[in-house]
């Protein structure tokens, strides 16, 4: 299956080293692979596998290899003062690609630094407009595949339910024996999986992190520790309440969705909002990475209680208001106050069953499929 970055790393490789990240299994080798094809003599390394990482460590890799592509690289100690030693000395014509299923934020800190040595890039699930590019399927159909698979090449190509749910189960198995243990100690791996399954039931709500350590009798800051990992490992992302003062909007609490929306409890609305979450996701991040547009994906929740599901901004200032329906046509009113109080947005209400479009004042009933389509991404 073609991605939507196979295009745009390739040209990227030609003038820098591109850092290519996303979730386990989203498809960064199989990406990786396409632009070996290309690229030959090309070599793959991934530090998880010791033969591999044995050639890494001793930097014996085939030096005509036109493409170099190295995976999970950051977890080799001192691994940014190792990569920028190799990015200043390697060949010019040799194009390096590095792979990781983990954030690697720390570009961004003190030490050694990169910068201006690498082009970033993240690789998403599927999207709407992906899954209609390659399937031919209409929008309102790609959704509802989406929804029930969710985005993930495997499951999203698999023959049937029953493959993809096959899939899924052995995902968390191996996220868990694989990745989350790199952070965490085994004893606590129960309560990690227990936390996990708790915000599968809890998709689209405020995350009360106080409430959530009572019930599972650990302390706040074990459990923010256990979200941070989450976020790390591209598990789950979180999404902040509007405020333009970021340190205010900091302090109320998160909404908290799945990189996976097969992961979501089987609920019609929780499973459209949180792939709705991952598309708008996706869009934001792509517009920072292909055009370094300052885009933001927030949720708006009055003290009062009135909320609208998402709001898209744009160099701080919002440009969409979204809420999200499964069947209801109906205009949700805190929409449509929050379209009177920020009338130079787009207020819209997604709706993915719906038989008939209407407006009502500054407020838009679309069906959900088509305008998702419609994003960069």
Same mark, same amino acid.
């Given at each position: 299956m073609k991605r939507y970055l196979d295009d745009r790393i390739r040209t990227d490789l030609l003038r820098k080293l591109v850092i290519l990240t996303g979730p386990r299994q989203v498809g960064k080798t199989s990406l990786a692979k396409s632009l070996i094809a290309d690229l030959q003599p090309a070599q793959y390394l991934n530090w998880d596998i010791a033969e591999d990482r044995a050639i890494l460590q001793r930097r014996s890799w085939d030096r005509s290899a036109k493409l170099l592509v190295m995976d999970e690289i950051h977890k080799m100690p001192g691994w940014k003062a190792w990569l920028k030693g190799l990015v200043d000395g390697r060949a010019p014509d040799q194009a390096l690609l590095v792979t990781g299923s983990a954030r690697m934020d720390t570009f961004r800190q003190s030490g050694e630094s990169l910068a201006g040595r690498y082009f970033s890039w993240r690789l998403h699930p599927v999207s709407v407009r992906e899954w209609c590019a390659h399937s031919g399927a209409t929008p309102a159909d790609a959704l509802r595949h989406l929804m029930r698979r969710g985005g993930f090449p495997e499951p999203c190509l698999a023959e049937n339910d029953d493959e993809a749910a096959r899939w899924r189960s052995q995902y968390a198995t191996d996220l868990v024996r694989e990745d989350v243990l790199e952070f965490s100690r085994l004893h606590e791996i129960t309560? %990690?999986? %227990?936390? %996990? /399954?708790? %915000?599968?039931? &809890? $998709?689209? @709500? #405020?995350? @009360? $992190? =106080? @409430?959530? =350590?009572? /019930?599972? =009798?650990? =302390? #706040?800051?074990?459990?923010? &520790?256990?979200? /941070?990992i989450l976020q790390a490992l591209f598990i789950v992302f979180t999404v902040q309440p509007w405020h333009r003062n970021i340190g205010r909007a900091l302090l109320q609490a998160p909404k908290v969705y799945f990189y996976d929306t097969g992961m979501v409890a089987d609920d019609p609305g929780a499973r459209l909002e949180n792939a709705v979450a991952t598309m708008l996701l996706k869009h934001v991040q792509f517009r920072r990475d292909s055009l370094g547009k300052d885009t933001g994906l927030h949720y708006i929740r009055t003290k009062d209680g009135a909320e609208v599901d998402f709001a898209l901004s744009e160099d701080d200032a919002l440009t969409h208001l979204l809420e999200c329906k499964h069947a209801d046509p109906n205009p949700h009113r805190p929409l449509l106050r929050f379209a009177q109080q920020f009338p130079d947005t787009i207020a819209l209400q997604l709706v993915a069953e719906l038989r008939q479009e209407e407006s009502f004042g500054q407020v838009a009933i679309r069906r959900a499929g088509d305008w998702l389509a419609q994003l960069d991404a």
């Amino acid at each position: 299956m073609k991605r939507y970055l196979d295009d745009r790393i390739r040209t990227d490789l030609l003038r820098k080293l591109v850092i290519l990240t996303g979730p386990r299994q989203v498809g960064k080798t199989s990406l990786a692979k396409s632009l070996i094809a290309d690229l030959q003599p090309a070599q793959y390394l991934n530090w998880d596998i010791a033969e591999d990482r044995a050639i890494l460590q001793r930097r014996s890799w085939d030096r005509s290899a036109k493409l170099l592509v190295m995976d999970e690289i950051h977890k080799m100690p001192g691994w940014k003062a190792w990569l920028k030693g190799l990015v200043d000395g390697r060949a010019p014509d040799q194009a390096l690609l590095v792979t990781g299923s983990a954030r690697m934020d720390t570009f961004r800190q003190s030490g050694e630094s990169l910068a201006g040595r690498y082009f970033s890039w993240r690789l998403h699930p599927v999207s709407v407009r992906e899954w209609c590019a390659h399937s031919g399927a209409t929008p309102a159909d790609a959704l509802r595949h989406l929804m029930r698979r969710g985005g993930f090449p495997e499951p999203c190509l698999a023959e049937n339910d029953d493959e993809a749910a096959r899939w899924r189960s052995q995902y968390a198995t191996d996220l868990v024996r694989e990745d989350v243990l790199e952070f965490s100690r085994l004893h606590e791996i129960t309560a %990690l999986k %227990l936390f %996990l /399954d708790m %915000l599968r039931q &809890r $998709v689209g @709500s #405020p995350l @009360s $992190v =106080a @409430s959530i =350590a009572r /019930d599972l =009798a650990i =302390a #706040p800051n074990t459990l923010k &520790r256990y979200l /941070d990992i989450l976020q790390a490992l591209f598990i789950v992302f979180t999404v902040q309440p509007w405020h333009r003062n970021i340190g205010r909007a900091l302090l109320q609490a998160p909404k908290v969705y799945f990189y996976d929306t097969g992961m979501v409890a089987d609920d019609p609305g929780a499973r459209l909002e949180n792939a709705v979450a991952t598309m708008l996701l996706k869009h934001v991040q792509f517009r920072r990475d292909s055009l370094g547009k300052d885009t933001g994906l927030h949720y708006i929740r009055t003290k009062d209680g009135a909320e609208v599901d998402f709001a898209l901004s744009e160099d701080d200032a919002l440009t969409h208001l979204l809420e999200c329906k499964h069947a209801d046509p109906n205009p949700h009113r805190p929409l449509l106050r929050f379209a009177q109080q920020f009338p130079d947005t787009i207020a819209l209400q997604l709706v993915a069953e719906l038989r008939q479009e209407e407006s009502f004042g500054q407020v838009a009933i679309r069906r959900a499929g088509d305008w998702l389509a419609q994003l960069d991404a």
